[in-house]
């Protein structure tokens, strides 16, 4: 069976990083493929004998992009699996990558501004960026980008995936998002001098959280809740499902929770867990 990842998303997102670590994975890659190009080109790689296949289609496309949706579906079949990976970002993580390699906009012009043309391609890939797995990179150093896409690249993508996200809130609020949870009422380990420079992950904050009852009232309540919704996500073929879980610094308690409900969900069902701000 033929294995296609599609990486789309925001100019600026890290899509050049992402088609980097498929390479090097292995995968045959094109960059920048008119998205009115797609089923031949999959036909032309598949007939040829290649197995593992990686596009980038964005807004360089043109008018041919409102289609993509049209095209991806007409080609679902037994012998494609398909993975499509949506890069997000903040704007203003943008303009300032943008400021720092000194690049045009492709949707650049004498009289838009390179906010306006950010928030111009945002709207032309609206639709795209309902298909697959969304991947917001405005807190990510390349180095952990290329560790998210290695993670989704072990998933069976016939199944949903829960996703749980760990983040601080004074970072601001992960994009890609489906479910906030806002932790931030639980004791702070980090007002604690022996417990400030340790993490969710560490037995000293574990031992900490797991001795205040409201800690396990919030987990069992946020248990409850995706556990009651989430067959309706199954019901509406949704592939990914993303629970971000904020504290203020996003590195003691929502770091705990989001292991603890991992490890709970795991035990069923495909689960990644991540921390957006232990991340390197």
Not at 18 to 30: I, N, P
Not at 36 to 64: H, K, M, W
Request: charged share 30%; with cysteine.
């Amino acid at each position: 069976m033929m294995q296609l990842v599609i990486i789309t998303g925001l100019s600026g997102s890290g899509k050049s990083i992402a088609l980097k670590v498929l390479e090097d994975s292995g995968y045959y890659c094109v960059d920048n493929l008119p998205a009115q190009l797609l089923r031949e080109t999959v036909d032309f790689l598949r007939n040829s004998g290649t197995q593992r296949v990686a596009i980038s289609i964005d807004v360089r496309s043109g008018s041919s992009l409102v289609h993509l949706p049209e095209l991806l579906e007409q080609m679902k079949s037994s012998d494609l699996e398909t993975h499509i990976v949506f890069l997000d970002s903040k704007a203003e993580t943008l303009v300032k990558r943008f400021s720092e390699t000194r690049r045009r906009h492709p949707l650049a012009e004498d009289d838009r501004t390179l906010i306006e043309s950010i928030q111009l391609e945002r709207e032309l890939l609206e639709k795209v960026g309902t298909l697959g797995h969304r991947i917001d990179t405005s807190d990510l150093n390349p180095n952990a980008l290329r560790n998210w896409v290695r993670d989704l690249l072990d998933l069976d993508d016939s199944e949903l995936v829960l996703l749980f996200q760990s983040f601080g809130f004074k970072h601001g609020i992960p994009l890609d998002a489906d479910f906030v949870f806002d932790v931030r009422c639980l004791p702070n380990p980090h007002y604690d001098p022996k417990l400030r420079d340790f993490t969710g992950r560490d037995s000293q904050v574990v031992t900490f959280l797991e001795a205040n009852a409201d800690v396990e009232d919030m987990r069992e309540h946020i248990r409850t809740f995706v556990e009651r919704w989430l067959p309706c996500f199954v019901r509406d073929n949704r592939n990914y499902l993303t629970v971000a879980i904020g504290c203020t610094g996003g590195r003691h308690r929502s770091v705990y929770l989001a292991e603890r409900l991992a490890e709970y969900f795991g035990k069923e069902r495909q689960v990644l867990v991540r921390h957006r701000e232990l991340a390197e």
